[in-house]
């Protein structure tokens, strides 16, 4: 799929939600649209792994290639953090960041991450039992109209969602250096490694720009470069989340409470906020939410920018 195609689903998407040009039903029908896209596109990306005998051969180098980039792209991210922060007297001990309305209160749930694994599933058992590569052209083509469909659907969400703008008014641009950090750590760890596994500097850039956000990332280079390149971009994504839980104690208390943003890259506004606030401390709840607001939205724009370097 060509890159404009993206950028443009995603810019008509922003600019019909930030102008407020759907009404109250129209919006609560949009997360259909994505969600039902969404659906489609990991059924397929699933079907594709499963039509592929090259990639179905390397299954286990994928994976253990998959969590070096996850790990590369949270110490990369870690550090970033760690060394801009290092000699702030501030430390973010103070009540700058702190929010009452915190939306980690609640334990974020698994639901979603079931879901899309249950999905894949689908698609590679049924590719494996009845589909060959005969089909794949038929199957690009589904998943090139519902990419399209996903991406307008995000644009839309992040048009109607004004409050990462109140966030910066409130607190200042300051904010904005958590996700900046992190963001070319995340590249910068996955390039280095990239480069001693075999990988050029535009795969592991696109792999790393991910940023948690596993579901979007993987479709994204499956349909730009290759089902094995989505393959691993999926799983590493899958891995970040899952050391994030795992590390973050450890990132706390060796790398200071700031730093506690960095592992979870896009998920810090959802999956990891819980465990963010947990180990960080209240203060570090809006930080996260901005940090993972912003990644979030910079995915479906440097994923393709960089694999078509």
């Known amino acids: 799929m060509a890159s404009w195609l993206i950028f443009f689903s995603i810019g ?21 649209l994505t969600n039902g896209g969404l659906l489609i596109l990991l059924f397929s990306m699933g079907a594709k792994i499963g039509m592929d005998d090259q990639v179905l051969s390397q299954i286990s180098q994928i994976g253990f290639k998959a969590f070096l980039f996850a790990l590369s792209a949270i110490v990369g ?38 879901i899309i694994a249950v999905t894949v599933m689908a698609g590679l058992i049924i590719a494996l039992l009845y589909l060959d590569m005969r089909y794949i052209s038929i199957m690009n083509q589904i998943s090139n109209y519902a990419l399209i469909v996903l991406l307008f659907g995000v644009g839309i969400d ?20 958590f996700p900046v950090l992190i963001a070319i750590g995340s590249i910068l760890g996955t390039v280095i490694i990239g480069y001693l596994i075999g990988f050029n500097f535009s795969e592991a850039a696109a792999v790393g720009a991910g940023f948690g956000w596993y579901s979007l990332s993987g479709i994204i280079l499956s349909q730009m470069h290759s089902v094995e390149l989505g393959s691993i971009a999926f799983l590493s994504n899958i891995f970040r989340e899952f050391l994030t839980f795992l590390l973050l ?35 570090m709840v809006v930080p996260a939410l901005v940090s993972g607001m912003v990644l979030t939205t910079l995915v479906p724009i440097l994923v393709p920018f960089f694999i078509k370097l």
């Open 77 to 114: 991210s870690v550090l970033m953090v760690y060394i801009f922060f290092k000699n702030d007297s501030k430390s973010y001990k103070n009540d700058s960041f702190s929010s009452s309305e915190s939306e980690g209160d609640e334990p974020a749930g698994h639901k979603d991450t079931i």
């Open 158 to 177: 992040i048009g109607l969602n004004k409050e990462m703008m109140s966030y910066l008014v409130k607190y200042g641009w300051n904010i904005m250096i």
């Open 249 to 283: 104690p450890f990132v706390v208390k060796r790398f200071g409470r700031a730093a506690s943003i960095a592992p979870g890259g896009a998920t810090a506004m959802d999956v990891t906020l819980p465990m963010i606030k947990k180990v960080g401390g209240e203060e």
């Open 12 to 32: 008509l998407g922003f600019l019909i939600g930030y102008s407020s040009l759907l009404n109250r039903r129209l919006i609560r029908y949009n997360k259909y």
